[in-house]
């Protein structure tokens, strides 16, 4: 077993596959929430995008499912909503509390029908680093957690571009790292293997980074 399986392992067996991440008070939310990694995907495509409103953004849930879909921003808003305040912890050793709206990734998946074939739910991002697009995973325990979202919302304000406008992933008991931002595609596949280097997010493959970073 590698070491990281061992990790994930450990870590669902004491905590359990339900375990909710603390979620605090309104009043509780920092003053500064910084943005970190990509502040603008700056492509002519995002910028397009962005420039509408994402009026023209369609999030694909495709993959292994039974019905792929092509969502518009005002599709998510309409269905039906969850809001968190939870702390967003960052690998480097910040962390800062804000509140989070959106759909659940749950409720997307069933619209889909998720085969019983897949196994990982792959998120393809619009922000790049050099040439390589960003991407992350997560398996169908996170998932299907109820408090995995993909919000439009931070602290009741559509989110910003630096904060990864206009979705981003909310999965709320790893590190930040594994949220993926500016997100346009959800897929479902069966393994990792051929999702970038193999390790199933971009600073796995690049850095080596624990593909579970669960708190």
């Not at 502040?39 to 495509?45: L, Q, V």
């Not at 309409?78 to 709206?101: F, L, N, Y």
Request: aromatic share 10%.
């Amino acid at each position: 077993m590698r070491a990281e399986d061992a990790h994930r392992f450990l870590q669902r067996s004491v905590t359990g596959r339900a375990a909710l991440a603390r979620e605090f008070r309104t009043d509780q939310r920092s003053p500064l929430f910084r943005v970190n990694g990509t502040g603008n995907p700056d492509t002519p495509e995002y910028n397009a995008l962005a420039a509408n409103r994402f009026a023209d953004w369609r999030l694909v849930v495709d993959g292994l499912v039974a019905r792929p879909l092509r969502l518009s921003l005002a599709q998510l808003r309409s269905m039906p909503q969850r809001a968190q305040v939870t702390r967003h912890d960052c690998v480097e050793g910040w962390s800062a509390i804000g509140k989070w709206q959106g759909p659940r990734l749950e409720t997307l998946l069933d619209l889909a029908g998720i085969r019983d074939d897949a196994r990982y739910i792959v998120f393809h991002c619009a922000d790049r680093f050099g040439t390589t697009p960003y991407y992350e995973s997560i398996d169908l325990i996170d998932a299907f957690h109820p408090q995995t979202i993909l919000a439009w919302a931070m602290n009741d304000a559509p989110l910003s571009v630096g904060h990864g406008a206009p979705v981003r992933l909310r999965v709320e008991r790893q590190l930040g790292y594994k949220h993926a931002k500016y997100v346009m595609r959800v897929e479902a596949v069966a393994s990792l293997a051929s999702v970038g280097g193999g390790r199933g997010g971009y600073w796995e493959d690049s850095n080596g980074y624990e593909w579970y970073a669960g708190i």
